[in-house]
């Protein structure tokens, strides 16, 4: 078939500049001492969405699920909080009130999290779970984009501007990729279980004692069928 090369190239626009724009994103967390901040941005980010999503401001009461949201809470971040009793609290109409009671919980539990883990290991998982999850949905998202592409190539459009519906769409896989990066990274690092260097060195002296006993017992047992 005939090449059309301008819509090649406007393709590969869109695709250089997401490049882009996830590569700058990476230097800038490789530079960062820490990313402390960004994940307090990205909790009050994903709490705005969650609450929107189940309680969204200015639709009916009929309308709302609250119990999926207290739901969604507990599976994704851990804590499990009195969101039904906040809600019927809620004086602001706008989900305001709501929300800022709901980062301010989930923050005093991940504050607790970084007492007990320590503030240097914390910021290190922090950091590391970012970058991950930077790779992994960029790799996911390029191959959604080349699935949309074929998925275009094949399409006739009708009165549609293929390169324009390219640009829509990658548009779109772009901004939920980033989405998913935020959401990722908040759940795990909320989810994570690290065990601080006193709780590793005590499992380790149980286990050494477990061990002791053990042996002295099957001793026990062979000094009985020696006798």
């Known amino acids: 078939g005939i090449v059309d090369h301008a819509a090649l190239e406007s393709r590969d626009d869109v695709a250089n500049a997401q490049r882009r724009v996830i590569y700058q994103q990476r230097t800038d967390l490789m530079g960062a001492p820490d990313v402390a901040e960004a994940v307090k941005g990205i909790r009050e980010d994903v709490v705005a969405q969650l609450v929107d999503q189940y309680v969204p401001a200015g ?7 609250v119990p999926a949201l207290a739901q969604a809470i ?5 804590p499990i909080l009195p969101v039904e009793e906040w809600v019927k609290a809620e004086e ?3 989900g ?3 929300r800022a009671k ?33 790779d992994q949905q960029w790799r996911e998202h390029l191959a959604a984009m080349d699935y949309m592409r074929q998925g275009i190539s094949l399409r006739s459009y009708a009165q ?53 006993s ?12 020696q006798e």
């Open 102 to 134: 709901i980062i301010g919980a989930l923050e005093s539990a991940y504050d607790l999290k970084v007492t007990n883990v320590g503030a240097e290991v914390m910021r290190y998982i922090e950091k590391e779970v970012m970058l991950r999850t930077l």
């Open 160 to 212: 549609k501007d293929p390169k324009q519906e390219y640009k829509r769409e990658a548009f779109e896989l772009f901004s939920a990729m980033l989405g998913r990066i935020k959401f990722d990274t908040l759940t795990t690092v909320s989810k994570i279980q690290v065990r601080s260097q006193a709780e590793v060195e005590r499992e380790e002296l149980e286990r050494q004692q477990r061990e002791r």
């Open 96 to 98: 305001s009130g709501l």
């Open 74 to 78: 507990e599976r994704d971040f851990g």
């Open 214 to 225: 053990e042996h002295e017992s099957q001793q026990g047992a062979v000094d009985r069928t």
């Open 59 to 65: 639709t009916p009461e009929e309308q709302w699920d």
């Open 92 to 94: 602001a109409g706008d």
